[in-house]
């Protein structure tokens, strides 16, 4: 016999999908919103369609934006020679906060993982060869993660480029290995980013 309708065990399911959402946690969920006045949950299940719908990769470096070319892109007083390479859209979240960086970033939605089956295929980084292919830039700051799959791509990212004559950076490594960037304070962050030696 099932415990629960058909219709909890569906939003059960739904909930106990998502990342770092476990069985238990997913049943409090389901019963919280269930609780919830009618209004409020279709707000909830609103702004997830809309972000879903709205919300897609800037043309020129791949973060989320709602518009064609994100504002930072398309903000002419930063300095387009520059390009911070990030692993996901937190990531530059975190180095925009410290309002210290004054290029622009590449985001790359992934690192490459061998052991995950993660390819250079599988990151955006055709995008960003297109872009030094296509824009004049003198600068790369590969700002991946302290982490394996991190250091991986960072290593990749520079062979690739190395031949263009492009100056590749890599960030000091102030950061904690294994260290998201988005959790390290703006003060190791931007000592990584004036650290930063040629690869
Ligand atoms: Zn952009």
Not at 50 to 68: F, G, I, Q, S
Not at 70 to 87: A, F, L
Request: aromatic share 4%.
């Amino acid at each position: 016999m099932e415990l629960y309708s058909g219709h909890i065990n569906r939003l059960i399911d739904e909930l106990s999908s998502l990342p770092g959402i476990g069985g238990k946690s997913a049943q409090r969920l389901a019963f919280y919103l269930i609780g919830l006045p009618k209004d409020r949950v279709h707000k909830l299940a609103n702004a997830i369609v809309d972000a879903r719908e709205n919300v897609h990769y800037c043309k020129e470096c791949c973060t989320l934006t709602d518009d064609d070319i994100c504002p930072i892109c398309s903000n002419q007083s930063r300095d387009h020679k520059t390009i911070m390479v990030v692993e996901n859209a937190r990531d530059l979240a975190a180095y925009e906060k410290t309002g210290k960086f004054e290029g622009v970033y590449h985001v790359l939605h992934g690192a490459i993982s061998p052991m995950m089956g993660i390819g250079p295929g599988d990151i955006r980084l055709s995008e960003l060869m297109k872009r030094l292919q296509t824009e004049e830039v003198d600068e790369v700051i590969v700002a991946t993660n302290s982490s394996l799959e991190g250091e991986t791509t960072a290593m990749y990212i520079s062979k690739l480029i190395k031949p263009t004559g492009i100056k590749v950076t890599r960030i000091a490594s102030g950061v904690p290995v294994g260290g998201d960037l988005e959790y390290i304070d703006e003060v190791t962050l931007l000592r990584a980013l004036e650290g930063r030696t040629e690869l």
